[in-house]
């Protein structure tokens, strides 16, 4: 008489939990440290090589920070958690007072046209932090994921725009949605593109140095 051998039970698959390791608070530290320091410096590039001389290299200035850069940077370098934490940092020292956004910082600050383009960097800074590491490095995977990060930025501060003009809690001042739309997206992005790829270029150097 032929006894079945009892079938063996696979072992409930437990889900991944959230862990946040000292790399991640390392690299989130690195990353507020840039994007306070990426805040105050104008994005320039170099002019042609002709232009050159030997006592100068003329600049041209972006119209941007290298603000969103550092999002990004961090985001390419350091992952997704180490991105975020950095970001929420970032928003919770302006909120407190402390002057490291574009002009000044303090609660009343939420009242600015562009704060919802700070409240972006949180998302921003997740997904392309999310993105860069779904595949082995590579300068066109890098490129997408700072471009994912600075749509979302431009799309969660456009709509800030528009529900604050709607519901009235955003200080517009002189200007028009329309204008501050042009101000706060519009003018700003040729430069922001320049420097998002500038930091996929530097992301994938930095990358392949450090062997990760």
């Given at each position: 008489?032929?006894?079945?051998?009892?079938?063996?039970?696979?072992?409930?698959?437990?889900?991944?939990?959230?862990?946040?390791?000292?790399?991640?608070?390392?690299?989130?530290?690195?990353?507020l440290m840039l994007t306070i320091g990426g805040t105050l410096l104008r994005a320039t590039i170099a002019g042609a090589p002709w232009a050159w001389t030997p006592q100068a290299v003329p600049l041209h200035f972006l119209g941007t920070s290298y603000q969103i850069g550092a999002v990004l940077l961090i985001g390419c370098l350091g992952g997704k958690n180490a991105a975020v934490m950095s970001q929420i940092a970032y928003l919770a020292l302006g909120l407190a007072g402390f002057p490291v956004f574009?002009?000044?910082?303090?609660?009343?600050?939420?009242?600015?046209?562009g704060f919802g383009y700070l409240l972006g960097f949180v998302p921003a800074a997740w997904i392309c932090g999310y993105l860069a590491f779904r595949v082995?490095?590579?300068?066109?995977?890098?490129?997408?994921?700072g471009l994912c990060g600075v749509v979302v930025i431009h799309a969660i501060g456009i709509l800030y725009l528009i529900f604050g003009s709607i519901f009235r809690w955003i200080n517009f001042g002189e200007q028009s949605l329309w204008q501050a739309f042009l101000s706060y997206s519009v003018n700003l992005l040729p430069g922001q593109m320049a420097v998002t790829c500038s930091v996929a270029v530097l992301a994938f150097v930095l990358r392949r140095v450090m062997f990760y």
């Open positions: 008489m032929m006894t079945r051998t009892p079938s063996r039970q696979r072992p409930p698959v437990r889900p991944k939990r959230f862990r946040i390791t000292l790399t991640d608070m390392l690299w989130a530290l690195i990353g574009s002009q000044g910082g303090g609660i009343q600050y939420m009242s600015s046209p082995p490095p590579r300068l066109e995977s890098l490129a997408f994921s």
